[in-house]
């Protein structure tokens, strides 16, 4: 999606705490056709959403001229946002009738789909629910310890519904100031964008708010961590976030002993209009490399290990 405000305040800005990220560009779709968000299979493989298709791709980052391969083409959408594994190789995907340059999903449009990978080559797929009251899907997260529910971030509403994917049961989880649009505010109109739980806390960014910021899954006070043009972001092992940043940087954000949040520039080049991001499965090093998507179609491998706690 297009940005028409470029900003990066920082809260917190240490000074250049980080060597230089060795980088790859894996793949760059040809037309420059934008690519949304990603996830990473047990088999290392990655599976790829874009706004602008149906389809949901896999690519072989371990392959020298990896390709993007079609999967599989949901019915009755143009377009897919947030992706997610919520049983092992088994993934929740939103598809919807999106226009990516309204900003805009048509009503009703919004379904979340479930592949199942485990039991054939070709997945099993199965439509898990039907959002039909939100305006704009995007981000999707599991929720540790619940592997039936999955959270929708809806970035017009400005909310996380919680959908249940074995019964289809869709309610709203957390509504918040932080996670809403600003009224009659600039573009992007999109509030809340990427979600992900950890240790029962919500992580969420705010595109137009241009904030970082958690709530703890049972409610409580919101805290923003950082502000920065932010899509959609991947926690590592350590608890830090990566946090894509737009025009085209990575955000790192660390916990400091005393608790507060510290903030770095952990990539500036190489990304054009990053868009999510996940790390790798399968062995020591391929859990140190973090995929990132971007708008302009790059899939980049961002080797971390560099990066230490
Ligand atoms: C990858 O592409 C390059 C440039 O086209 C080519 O020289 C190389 O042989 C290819 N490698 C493989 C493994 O296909
Ligand atoms: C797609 O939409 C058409 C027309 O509304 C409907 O008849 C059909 O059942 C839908 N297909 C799926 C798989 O939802
Ligand atoms: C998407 O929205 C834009 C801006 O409102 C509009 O010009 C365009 O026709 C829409 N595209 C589709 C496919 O409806
Ligand atoms: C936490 O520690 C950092 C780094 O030492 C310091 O800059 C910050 O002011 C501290 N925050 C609080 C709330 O104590």
């Known amino acids: 999606m297009m940005w028409l405000v470029n900003f990066l305040v920082l809260l917190k800005l240490s000074a250049c705490a980080i060597a230089t990220l060795p980088t790859q560009?894996?793949?760059?779709?040809?037309?420059?056709?934008a690519l949304e968000n990603i996830a990473v299979r047990p088999s290392s493989k990655l599976l790829i959403t874009s706004t602008a298709s149906p389809t949901l791709y896999t690519l072989d980052p371990t392959v020298a001229n990896a390709t993007l391969d079609e999967v599989y083409t949901f019915p009755n959408a143009s377009g897919l946002t947030g992706i997610t594994e919520y049983r092992p190789d088994v993934y929740a995907i939103v598809a919807s009738e999106i226009n990516a340059t309204a900003l805009t999903e048509a009503p009703g449009s919004v379904v979340i789909w479930s592949l199942d990978f485990?039991?054939?080559?070709?997945?099993?797929?199965?439509?898990?629910?039907?959002i039909p009251q939100s305006k704009f899907a995007n981000g999707l997260s599991t929720v540790p310890g619940e592997p039936d529910l999955v959270l929708?971030?809806?970035?017009?509403?400005?909310?996380?519904?919680?959908?249940n994917v074995r019964t289809g049961a869709v309610r709203v989880l957390i509504q918040n100031t932080e996670m809403s649009l600003i009224p009659s505010g600039p573009p992007p109109t999109l509030g809340i964008n990427g979600l992900h739980v950890r240790a029962g806390v919500l992580y969420f960014t705010n595109t137009q708010r241009g904030t970082f910021s958690r709530?703890?899954?049972?409610?409580?006070?919101?805290e923003v961590l950082g502000s920065g043009e932010f899509d959609d972001f991947a926690l590592d092992t350590e608890g830090r976030a990566w946090v894509a940043t737009n025009p085209g940087s990575l955000m790192l954000f660390t916990r400091l002993k005393n608790g507060t949040f510290e903030a770095e520039i952990a990539l500036d080049t190489v990304l054009n209009e990053p868009s999510s991001a996940a790390f790798g499965r399968d062995g020591a090093r391929e859990t140190k490399i973090l995929y990132v998507t971007t708008r302009s179609g790059q899939i980049v491998a961002v080797d971390t290990s560099g990066a230490l706690a």
């Open 25 to 33: 560009l894996i793949f760059q779709t040809p037309t420059g056709q």
């Open 152 to 163: 929708v971030a809806d970035s017009v509403l400005g909310m996380a519904f919680e959908v």
């Open 215 to 222: 709530v703890p899954l049972g409610g409580g006070t919101v």
């Open 118 to 130: 485990t039991s054939r080559s070709t997945p099993a797929v199965r439509r898990a629910a039907r």
